[in-house]
């Protein structure tokens, strides 16, 4: 297994202004085969986060993939200030590189206010310290994974259940999965930066139940998936650095799309996000 490190989480979040309105993001990887979505829609926060007042943080964003983005050059991001208004700001951002837009997403901030209140109760589950990491869940199908499985990750993952690939050989089958996440540390008390890394982890476990629901087990020789369109929308301020819990769902599959919900809860149980993503997802030819 591969034991190189990639760029810090906290640095490949950071990204830097080039002009007004204008920033770009470093890669993580440049040997990598592919650039993370997770990566690119944090990035994208983070630039449009910079140019809003301070203290006004997203409380929702939606990105549409528009094609895959080359791991050898960085990624510049061009926000247009939508609207300013008193309570809502909207921001509009194209990831670009050199073969045109790879990603566009819709911001909307929002200051805070007091409101009516309610949420759902995050659902009872194993702590993470009783659950085994993603190495040793992930080691005895390592030779039937591609080699994005097996490259370091900045995001800690453990699943309260089977992982996919466990599931699969086992023949278990369900449109459910619930996985506990945690950040590298990222020496920062900018929400906007622990919001992009939950962005970022979003975008990591939520079409497990797609595979699961269909015995697929992410074995490249039974699967293909890549993002078409995600939103979420932010409900509180959390950590990325602690642990916190992703419920996912898979309602739909069909004509080569999948359609993947999440709730996302710190470990006190305080709903931090609700995530929609609709991925292609195809047997290989």
């Not at 599931?167 to 278990?172: E, I, L, R, T």
């Not at 269909?214 to 642990?243: E, Y």
């Not at 996302?264 to 305080?270: A, F, H, N, T, V």
Request: glycine share 6%; charged share 20%; aromatic share 8%.
């Amino acid at each position: 297994m591969p034991t190189g490190r990639t760029i810090a989480l906290k640095t490949l979040l950071n990204v830097i202004p080039t002009d007004t309105d204008v920033f770009q993001g470093v890669q993580a990887d440049v040997e990598a085969q592919r650039v993370f979505g997770g990566q690119v829609l944090g990035q994208a926060l983070v630039a449009a986060g910079r140019t809003v007042e301070s203290g006004m943080l997203p409380h929702s964003s939606h990105a549409r993939f528009l094609q895959a983005p080359t791991p050898i050059e960085p990624i510049t991001y061009r926000v247009s200030r939508a609207r300013d208004g008193a309570s809502f700001f909207n921001r509009e951002v194209e990831a670009v590189q050199s073969i045109g837009i790879v990603l566009t997403m819709s911001v909307s901030f929002h200051r805070h206010e007091s409101g009516f209140e309610h949420s759902q109760v995050m659902p009872a589950v194993p702590d993470p310290e009783t659950l085994a990491s993603f190495v040793d869940q992930m080691t005895p199908w390592a030779d039937r994974l591609s080699e994005w499985f097996q490259r370091p990750r900045p995001i800690e993952v453990r699943y309260v259940a089977s992982p996919p690939w466990e599931a699969a050989d086992s023949n278990q089958a369900t449109s459910e999965s619930q996985v506990w996440l945690r950040s590298e540390p990222l020496d920062s008390d900018d929400p906007l930066i622990h919001l992009a890394a939950m962005m970022y982890a979003s975008d990591m476990t939520i079409l497990d139940p797609a595979v699961l629901r269909h015995g697929l087990g992410w074995f490249p020789d039974r699967v293909r998936a890549a993002t078409l369109d995600h939103s979420i929308w932010f409900h509180g301020i959390g950590k990325a650095d602690s642990w916190f819990l992703c419920d996912h769902e898979c309602p739909w599959t069909g004509n080569g799309r999948a359609l993947a919900t999440g709730s996302m809860y710190s470990r006190e149980g305080k709903r931090l996000a609700t995530i929609v993503q609709e991925a292609v997802l195809r047997q290989p030819r």
